[in-house]
């Protein structure tokens, strides 16, 4: 996902919001709608979400120093989490409290005009940022449902602004209703109503967002497509022939770090595998442009070894995962160099001891005769007949 497609989504919701949150608070001082001034601290909290999002985008732009080697490309996640909060507490827990004390102390609407029309201009305005929002997504969004697109993009600045921008629709749907029913019947509780309804929306919304940045912030590995592209580029069929297992990491949105143990023939020299080792890594940054940081590590793959033990496949970008299998746990390497071979047994031979209990000589099948044992007194013998 560009980050320029991001930035463009950005400015343009926190142009729109900030308009919104200036008209939304001008009638709610002319009507005391309970709707309107909830709609104005969210459109409010909402723009400072927009500059919370560009403030991260410009610190995650800093190059990588001693103490954080692998840069700053988190700071963009760090930024969007800090946009869930504010949406939680300032926008939703702020729009529930306003709403339950509308439904206990209800007044009837003032000028009521000015709550309808400043909600028919919020609703052409949030269009105009949810159209700018969607037509950035569908540029990588591809075939990926909206659901799926949310789920899965590593760059979060898109994803918090089409929720913000469907919450904030939604919102004021709701106002707009809550306004109208109002102002039909009477009642000012309806507005209470619609207000309460907001809160809740924005607190569901800013829950989705946490989760999803928190699992940002934990760290993600690379998409599915991703993975076999970088597996098709490291083999090379020649020095190496084939991956042992393999990690991916996003060190941010478009940053990625991958780190693969890779098979290579027992008798290369250590030349033959470096030049291997430096041309997949060309090979992979070829493929996967946002692969920046590369660690790969020869081994001897042990084919025999392997098919005994767990399949080293089952890792971050290997094949099926086998049911019940540890998923982190490569399969078994060949022998560390210098370490002693294992002795070879001959065919249906055994290193198990000799069980001491058993009479049996191995060497004979037969066995020895029984040893002579005391004589049984009750039994007769040659002196007692």
Known sequence: MSASGGTKAIVAALGANLAIAVAKFVAFLFSGSSSMLAESVHSLADSGNQGLLLLGGKKAQREATPQHPFGYGRERYIYAFLVSIVLFSVGGMFAVYEGYEKIKHPHELESWYWPVGVLVFAIIAEGFSFRTAIKESNQTR???SWTDFIRRAKAPELPVVLLEDFGALIGLALALAGVGLAIGTGNGVWDGIGTLCIGLLLIAIAIVLAAETKSLLLGEAAGTEQVDKIKAAVVDGDTVTGI??????????????????????HDDTAGEVANAINAAESRIREAVPIARVIYLEPDIYNEAAAAAGTNPAKTPGGDATTPGGDATT????????GAPEPEATEPGATDTPADPSDPADPADPSGPADPPGPADPSSPTESGR
């Open 142 to 144: 591809g075939s990926l």
């Open 244 to 265: 042992i297992h393999m990690r991916t990491l996003h060190l941010g949105p478009e940053e990625l770090l991958v780190a693969a143990k890779i098979a290579v023939q």
């Open 330 to 337: 490569p399969g078994p390497q060949a022998p560390e160099p």
